[in-house]
């Protein structure tokens, strides 16, 4: 019997749902999004759906010996490259026109005031 109750009122749930749907216009439906965390959460704690995973070898060991073997690659690169060779011989700035005072003494009489 209780049984039979529950079920009743799923049934009258259910015909109400559908006559609130029945209301919405066809085309368009609500769509339910989940909240998400914000940005600041995220870079401070990282992504909470995979936050329980473990770190493979490659997170803790690989990436940073990746990145440490490509840097002393392109240190020793651009360390033993024949930079004489280069047609560029690289940028100088423009000489600027040396001003000469006229008068020596005019540059005393400043200092001392």
């Given at each position: 019997m209780a049984q039979e109750?529950?079920?009743e009122t799923k049934k009258t749930e259910?015909?109400?749902?559908d006559a609130v749907k029945s209301e919405e216009p066809a085309g368009k439906r609500k769509?339910?999004?989940?909240d998400l965390p914000s940005?600041?959460?995220?870079?401070?704690?990282?992504?909470?759906?995979?936050?329980?995973?473990p770190k493979t070898w490659g997170q803790i060991w690989g990436f940073p010996l990746v990145v440490a073997?490509?840097?002393?690659?392109s240190l020793l690169t651009f360390h033993y490259a024949?930079?004489?060779?280069s047609t560029?011989?690289?940028?100088?700035?423009p000489k600027a026109p040396v001003k000469i005072p006229?008068?020596?003494s005019s540059l005393k009489k400043d200092k001392e005031l």
């Open positions: 109750q529950v079920d259910d015909a109400a749902a769509v339910s999004r989940k940005v600041g959460y995220l870079l401070a704690h990282g992504d909470p759906a995979t936050a329980h995973l073997i490509v840097f002393f690659i024949p930079h004489h060779k560029r011989r690289g940028f100088k700035l006229v008068d020596p």
